[in-house]
């Protein structure tokens, strides 16, 4: 059984610098993309960065140099560290996995956490 669970979301001041961090549970695949998406409120779901079980990592251009995702295999944990962020950034943010490379389909990952709420204001 495998289950994601993000924390870190919350309210959040304009330029704040909030850490997510979706920790996992049950999942053994050793080629994988975790992702993180956010969805706006009445929107599809968007990614906004992925990495991938080489390490290699891509972020939207929308957080290009301000979001940052990392992982720490030992603690089965992907972060998504945010600095500078806007109020536009407000929404709800979904950690993601799948085995094999990265996907920007939402349907293509078969797993998925059950979100964590940020806002900035």
């Known amino acids: 059984h495998v289950q994601l669970v993000e924390s870190g979301g919350g309210s959040v001041y304009n330029g704040g610098s909030p850490r997510l961090s979706c920790e996992a549970s049950g999942y053994t695949s050793r080629n994988y993309c975790w992702a993180w998406y956010r969805q706006f409120p009445g929107k599809e779901r968007e990614r906004v960065a992925t990495i991938e079980s080489d390490g290699r990592t891509s972020h939207d251009d929308s957080v290009k140099g301000r979001f940052t995702i990392t992982q720490d295999n030992a603690k089965n944990t992907v972060y998504l560290q945010m600095n500078s962020l806007k109020p536009e950034d407000t929404a709800m943010y979904y950690c993601?996995?799948?085995?094999?490379?990265?996907?920007?389909?939402?349907?293509?990952?078969?797993?998925w956490g059950q979100g964590t709420q940020v806002t900035v204001s």
């Open positions: 993601a996995v799948r085995t094999g490379g990265c996907s920007n389909r939402v349907l293509d990952y078969n797993y």
